[in-house]
């Protein structure tokens, strides 16, 4: 089972670039969300899709923009990638709302901006 | 934003040993979740815990949530190396997204 299926696992970018980080899940889920991970920082929710169609600022969005292409797909867009945005990023889905269902989550994509 | 404490931030014991993390907030939360992370993985969901004073067993591990939903601990007896990674406690009120504490790190040692 592919589950939350991440794109790509590492990347190196120079500041001022712009990439899109590429998730999907083939789980029927609803709800997906984008976070970033960081040394003693936890993971901080960046954007979320409650349902297909709909996107919402999480924690700390400056920076990123986010597309729900379809049910399965939720992408993420650095426009113009800076250091501080090196960190490792999760793509998670859930059935519906998090609070009441179990999050799956990818492997993860690492991200150095130099 | 919901903010969860966890405690301690990292901790080192030897196999066989028994430990408990803390998950802390000044806010009620209508059901509270632990992860586990391991290194170059994603989360992997452990348990959610959802009425007051609630607790759960899962082999050696022991979640409670507290009575007043603001708190929670992750008990585990006689760690063993498998047991190794990062905790993760999460939360969220009222919103759709789920907000995480910054983890504990564990080292069981052989």
């Known amino acids: 089972n592919a589950g939350v299926t991440q794109t790509p696992k590492f990347q190196v970018l120079k500041t001022g670039q712009s990439m899109t980080l590429q998730c999907a899940q083939d789980?029927?889920?609803?709800?997906m969300y984008w976070y970033r991970q960081d040394p003693g920082m936890g993971l901080r929710l960046i954007y979320y899709?409650?349902?297909?169609?709909?996107?919402d600022k999480g924690e700390v969005p400056n920076g990123y923009n986010v597309s729900r292409l379809n049910k399965r797909e939720f992408s993420l867009r650095l426009e113009s990638a800076a250091p501080s945005q090196t960190s490792v990023y999760f793509c998670?889905?859930?059935?519906?709302?998090?609070?009441?269902?179990?999050?799956?989550f990818g492997q993860g994509t690492r991200l150095t901006v130099v | 934003t919901q903010l969860l404490e966890q405690s301690p931030q990292f901790l080192s014991i030897q196999e066989g040993e028994n430990l408990t993390v803390y998950c802390n907030s000044s806010s009620v939360f209508s059901s509270l979740q632990w992860y586990r992370q391991e290194p170059g993985e994603g989360p992997v969901l452990l348990v959610t815990v959802v009425t007051g004073g609630e607790v759960k067993k899962l082999k050696r591990l022991t979640f409670q949530f507290g009575d007043a939903r603001k708190d929670s601990s992750l008990h585990i007896t006689a760690a063993q190396p498998g047991d190794t990674g990062l905790y993760l406690c999460a939360g969220s009120n009222s919103g759709y997204a789920l907000n995480f504490g910054k983890g504990t790190s564990l080292l069981v040692t052989p």
């Open positions: 899709s409650a349902s297909e169609g709909t996107t």
């Open positions: 789980m029927n889920h609803n709800s």
């Open positions: 998670a889905s859930s059935v519906d709302r998090a609070i009441d269902a179990e999050a799956f």
